[in-house]
């Protein structure tokens, strides 16, 4: 069984870094589908200004052309603050033994360790990291820590198991955020190119940022 992936995130708005982060993926690790989840809450910052229903009818919008690219609502649904691990959960609870594979960005990755359980999210899941620009995977744990005890090189093993290891990629990474994308808007400034026109569309639509 060819494994699923989790890109979770604000997604304040989605943008081309995003999307190319989840076909590469896909393709790198031959996937059989990226669920991007935008969260509800974050645990430890200000929930988005942008709603999330917003921010998720712009994923929806551009994934819709890729069958393989899901967007997925199960943190919005599910309400409260949004912990990966409990996304995590309920994921398993639906397949038992289908590879999950977690995928985050080294700047996401480097405070792993201060999200909620980190420890069970490798029992729940595959944790796969991508190298963001201008981010370093940190030097100190929890990464080395992850890489000595579940590290791996073979995408066999992540469709081997349904969780359990770790694998750092390199993928080649478009320099965009969305904190970029928001400074270009507020500026009155064009994002043209580093988001999909439908998102575009979605944001001039209802005047976001
Ligand atoms: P913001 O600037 O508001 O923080 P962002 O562009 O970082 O937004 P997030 O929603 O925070 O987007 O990111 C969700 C996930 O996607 C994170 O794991 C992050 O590391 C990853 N990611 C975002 N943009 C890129 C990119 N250009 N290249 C690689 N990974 C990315
Ligand atoms: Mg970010």
Redesign the pocket.
């Known amino acids: 069984m060819k494994p699923i992936a989790i ?6 708005p ?5 999307l ?2 989840a076909i590469e993926v896909k393709e790198a690790l031959d996937l059989a589908e990226v669920h991007l989840i ?2 509800l809450a974050p645990p430890h910052r200000e929930p ?1 200004k942008v709603s999330a229903h917003t921010r998720f009818e712009m994923i929806a919008a551009a994934t819709n052309d890729e069958s393989e690219l899901i967007a997925d609502d199960r943190e919005i649904r599910r309400g409260g603050i949004s912990y990966s691990v409990e996304t995590l959960r309920e994921l398993r609870a639906e397949n038992a033994s289908t590879p999950i594979c977690m ?7 480097a405070h792993l360790h201060t999200w909620r359980d980190w420890k069970e999210l490798i029992t729940l899941a595959h944790i796969v990291v ?4 201008g ?1 370093d995977l940190p030097s100190d744990a929890p990464a080395n820590l992850l890489l000595e005890e579940f590290g791996t090189d073979e995408v066999a093993d992540l469709h081997a198991s349904p969780a359990g290891r770790f694998m750092s990629i390199s993928i080649p ?10 400074s270009i808007l507020h500026n009155g400034l064009s994002p043209k190119y580093l988001l999909p026109k439908s998102v575009l569309n979605i944001i001039r639509e209802h005047e976001l940022y």
């Not at 890109?7 to 304040?12: D, M, S, V, W």
């Not at 991508?130 to 620009?133: A, F, G, S, T």
């Open positions: 890109l979770g995130g604000t997604f304040n989605i943008h081309h870094g995003h190319r982060v935008p969260l988005p995928v985050v960005g080294t700047d996401a990755f991508v190298h963001r620009p981010v990474m478009l320099e965009i955020s969305s904190t970029q994308i928001r």
